[in-house]
């Protein structure tokens, strides 16, 4: 969701485009170096791409990230436009343009590179990756080849759907997308609530995979905290979630936290209309595993009010890999919605999210 108040930024680090604090630069193994919380630290931020350009398109307004087959970044940006990144420096590498089926922008805000094991594979034998991407204003979730060309559309619930049609709100609605492990149950988050139901108790609808298709399925209930929403979710190797939530106060600057969250026991809330906070319903588990804003700042400045100079409005999440510890490097980014007072930020944390 593009954030219409003008939200702080951060500009600062090294003379090096990317910026990497002494301790991130020795290696960060030990939870000590740089901690943001026991479960959580950060090695370092770049702002390499804040206010550039590739190939005529402009690199920024990021809100989702993925990591392909090949080891390489995909970022989304919410004007419509997929980049690959190369991992190391960051640098764009490929742009594609992506539509709706009448040929207009999308609003698009979640990324799933789906990458089959056999039901599809190309002439010399490899697998045939496709992108599934969301947008907010409908909300839609369409599957586009790597070329930009819609295949698909999924089925969304009527409740789900933007006004008239159902009783979400344009710009309030799928934010994050992501594969459960199997690669069998796809889930997407809505960013805030929807009519009828109580605020900060928000939906995260599932799809199954049915003959390479993707089905409705379970529905489950999530309660942000007070005037959060929920831009990202990301699954973990584990079959549990990450979850961002985020706001903005005018004058006080970005909240951003980030939780574990686990579907098991949940309520299948596809059948109940209104969720109001019924004893009967069970949630999604959630812990907290840090705020940013407790997170070393590692030299950056804000032009604006931030709790935390590092903050921004943080947006896309992916999952790049293990350290040697065995914690999830989680890489965030954040949408500087093409705005000067803002700053496209990329975040490389470890996080370990055993109980």
Same mark, same amino acid.
């Given at each position: 969701?593009?954030?219409?108040?003008?939200?702080?930024?951060?500009?600062?680090?090294?003379a090096a485009a990317t910026c990497v604090s002494a301790a991130g630069s020795a290696g960060a193994d030990s939870v000590a170096d740089n901690a943001c919380s026991p479960s959580v630290s950060i090695d370092r931020f770049s702002d390499a791409l804040d206010k550039t350009t590739y190939?005529?398109?402009?690199?920024?307004?990021?809100?989702?990230?993925?990591?392909?087959?090949?080891?390489?970044?995909?970022?989304?940006?919410?004007?419509?436009?997929?980049?690959?990144?190369?991992?190391?420096?960051?640098?764009?590498?490929?742009?594609?343009?992506?539509?709706?089926?009448k040929g207009a922008d999308l609003d698009s805000e979640g990324l799933v590179i789906d990458i089959p094991h056999s039901r599809l594979r190309s002439s010399g034998g490899t697998p045939v990756s496709t992108l599934l991407i969301t947008s907010e204003t409908e909300p839609s979730v369409?599957?586009?080849?790597?070329?930009?060309?819609?295949?698909?559309?999924?089925?969304?619930?009527?409740? $789900?759907?933007? *006004?008239?049609?159902?009783? #979400? !709100?344009?710009?309030?609605?799928? @934010?994050? +997308? %992501?594969?459960? &492990?199997?690669?069998?149950?796809?889930?997407?988050?809505?960013?805030?609530?929807?009519?009828?139901?109580?605020?900060?108790?928000?939906?995260?609808?599932?799809?199954?995979?049915?003959?390479?298709?993707?089905?409705?399925?379970?529905?489950?209930?999530?309660?942000?905290?007070?005037?959060?929403?929920?831009?990202?979710?990301?699954?973990?190797?584990?079959?549990?979630?990450?979850?961002?939530?985020?706001?903005?106060?005018?004058?006080?600057?970005?909240?951003?936290? $980030?939780?574990? *969250?686990?579907?098991?026991? #949940? !309520?299948?809330?596809?059948?109940? @209309?209104? +969720? %109001?906070?019924? &004893?009967?319903?069970?949630?999604?588990?959630?812990?907290?595993?840090?705020?940013?804003?407790?997170?070393?700042?590692?030299?950056?400045?804000?032009?604006?009010?931030?709790?935390?100079?590092?903050?921004?409005?943080?947006?896309?999440?992916?999952?790049?890999?293990?350290?040697?510890?065995?914690?999830?490097?989680?890489?965030?980014?954040?949408?500087?919605?093409?705005?000067?007072?803002?700053?496209?930020?990329?975040?490389?944390?470890?996080?370990?999210?055993?109980?």
């Amino acid at each position: 969701m593009r954030l219409r108040t003008v939200l702080a930024t951060l500009t600062a680090g090294l003379a090096a485009a990317t910026c990497v604090s002494a301790a991130g630069s020795a290696g960060a193994d030990s939870v000590a170096d740089n901690a943001c919380s026991p479960s959580v630290s950060i090695d370092r931020f770049s702002d390499a791409l804040d206010k550039t350009t590739y190939h005529g398109t402009f690199v920024g307004n990021f809100s989702a990230l993925a990591v392909d087959g090949d080891g390489s970044l995909a970022a989304l940006e919410d004007r419509s436009s997929l980049l690959g990144l190369d991992p190391k420096t960051l640098q764009p590498t490929s742009a594609v343009h992506l539509a709706d089926e009448k040929g207009a922008d999308l609003d698009s805000e979640g990324l799933v590179i789906d990458i089959p094991h056999s039901r599809l594979r190309s002439s010399g034998g490899t697998p045939v990756s496709t992108l599934l991407i969301t947008s907010e204003t409908e909300p839609s979730v369409r599957r586009y080849s790597r070329d930009g060309k819609i295949l698909d559309r999924l089925p969304v619930p009527a409740s $789900l759907q933007v *006004a008239p049609a159902g009783r #979400a !709100t344009g710009n309030q609605t799928f @934010e994050g +997308l %992501t594969l459960l &492990p199997g690669g069998r149950t796809l889930l997407a988050s809505m960013e805030y609530a929807i009519s009828g139901d109580s605020a900060g108790i928000v939906r995260f609808q599932t799809w199954k995979r049915h003959h390479g298709r993707f089905e409705l399925a379970a529905q489950y209930a999530y309660r942000t905290d007070a005037g959060l929403g929920v831009p990202e979710v990301q699954a973990t190797p584990d079959g549990r979630l990450l979850v961002l939530e985020r706001g903005f106060t005018a004058g006080v600057g970005n909240t951003v936290r $980030l939780y574990r *969250a686990d579907l098991r026991h #949940a !309520t299948d809330t596809s059948g109940i @209309e209104n +969720l %109001t906070g019924q &004893p009967d319903v069970h949630l999604i588990k959630k812990t907290l595993l840090t705020d940013i804003a407790t997170c070393p700042s590692l030299g950056a400045t804000a032009k604006q009010p931030q709790p935390n100079p590092l903050l921004d409005n943080i947006e896309g999440m992916t999952i790049t890999g293990r350290d040697r510890t065995g914690r999830l490097k989680v890489l965030l980014v954040s949408d500087d919605n093409q705005n000067a007072a803002q700053t496209t930020r990329f975040y490389y944390l470890r996080v370990r999210t055993t109980p």
